[in-house]
């Protein structure tokens, strides 16, 4: 193992928000190594997606350290963390319907406004920008797509396509806030089919409510309850854990 690997690519230590009286995060802390898949569950109102605007910048901290690749990045600003190599699908603000996939994903990689894109496709850069959208179509099984319009793509094929475009800042961690909502049934299995493929060296942390992809996709799932976190483990534990079952799969 290298020392990169011994450093975790996301640690959180005793990481706290107030809004007023209100303790939306308790003293979170956890640790995310690279290519971990990380889940977070947690009810409605747990704090998921507080933490998430904690850890991406969106929201300033009370209290606590958020870290990434080991140095501290509390006080940074969102875009200061993604060129360090963090990703969140809530960052595509939205696809480009008209334009085809790959035109989408070319956008992405350039962070460019579709007219300012048309000015600049023919210039002499564009070949090493169309390769690297061709890699990550193909990585993501969606080569055969790029020339379709994203109007025509289906619900679940225009989700996966956003996390693909997140992927266009290389990041070395992607933050999933519930990729599979609104998501049919047979979406949801195709999302995690989806989600398995993805780099294995990348690291994931995911915040989802739909059961099936979380014990799908992560290999240990951390369950939030009013803003702490109560319980780390397996899916099968977390499974089989009481308390897990009493306050968020509803056992009777």
Do not use: C
Request: charged residues 25%; glycine residues 8%; aromatic residues 8%.
């Amino acid at each position: 193992m290298s020392m990169d690997d011994a450093v975790p690519v996301l640690e959180l230590r005793s990481l706290s928000k107030n809004f007023g009286g209100l303790k939306a995060t308790r003293e979170v802390s956890f640790r995310v190594m690279p290519g971990d898949r990380k889940a977070i569950i947690g009810p409605n109102g747990a704090g998921k997606t507080t933490l998430f605007n904690l850890i991406t910048g969106i929201y300033p901290v009370s209290s606590g350290e958020v870290l990434l690749f080991g140095e501290d990045v509390t006080k940074w600003q969102s875009h200061h963390r993604t060129a360090k190599g963090m990703a969140r699908t809530f960052q595509i603000t939205s696809l480009f319907p008209k334009l085809t996939v790959i035109d989408n994903v070319l956008l992405a990689i350039e962070g460019l406004r579709p007219t300012k894109f048309v000015m600049w496709r023919f210039q002499s850069s564009y070949k090493d920008v169309y390769e690297k959208a061709h890699r990550l179509l193909e990585q993501a099984g969606f080569l055969d797509r790029k020339d379709t319009e994203v109007r025509n793509l289906s619900h679940g094929e225009q989700r996966q396509l956003e996390i693909v475009l997140g992927l266009a800042s290389d990041p070395k961690i992607l933050l999933l806030d519930e990729p599979a909502a609104g998501l049919s049934s047979g979406e949801s299995t195709e999302m995690a089919h989806f989600l398995m493929k993805l780099d294995p060296k990348l690291a994931i942390l995911l915040i989802e409510h739909d059961m099936d992809v979380v014990f799908d996709v992560a290999d240990e799932i951390s369950v939030l309850h009013f803003g702490e976190i109560l319980e780390t483990g397996t899916p099968e534990q977390i499974k089989k854990s009481q308390r897990v079952q009493e306050i968020y799969l509803g056992t009777d």
